[in-house]
């Protein structure tokens, strides 16, 4: 059965930092793109970073330049998201997904992942 559990979400200050993790069951993650993507309420869910199966492309939205970190663990079949100097707008519920495979000009459109997690609910308030 293929599975994303995400975790890691959680109240934080503005400047804070948090890491969020997302455990793959049931297939390689190791193999596919993976992405994280997020949606606050009343908005689309938009692509905040996706790394391509082989990482030799990666993908941030304007908004996680230089204050997120996407990476992997393959040996943990595990994808993180290191998110540091959080914004009240980073507010949100963040989403892991997966797909085989995604041209590296579309990697980060979230209609084109297949795989997906339940999400995590990320809140930056003071």
């Known amino acids: 059965q293929v599975q994303l559990v995400e975790s890691g979400g959680g109240l934080v200050q503005p400047g804070g930092s948090l890491r969020l993790s997302c455990a793959a069951s049931?297939?390689?993650?190791?193999?596919?793109?993976i992405g994280w993507f997020r949606q606050a309420p009343g908005k689309e869910r938009e692509g905040v970073s996706c790394?391509?199966?082989?990482?030799?492309?990666?993908s941030y939205s304007d908004s996680a330049k230089g204050r997120f970190t996407i990476s992997r663990d393959n040996a943990k079949n595990t994808m993180y998201l290191q998110m540091n100097n959080l914004k009240p707008e980073d507010t949100a519920v963040y989403y892991c997904?997966?797909?085989?495979?995604?041209?590296?000009?579309?990697?980060?459109?979230?209609?084109?992942?297949?795989?997906w997690g339940r999400g995590t609910q990320v809140t930056v308030s003071s």
């Open positions: 049931g297939f390689t993650l190791g193999y596919y793109a």
């Open positions: 790394i391509n199966s082989d990482e030799s492309s990666t």
């Open positions: 997904a997966a797909v085989s495979y995604v041209p590296v000009q579309a990697m980060c459109v979230p209609e084109l992942y297949d795989h």
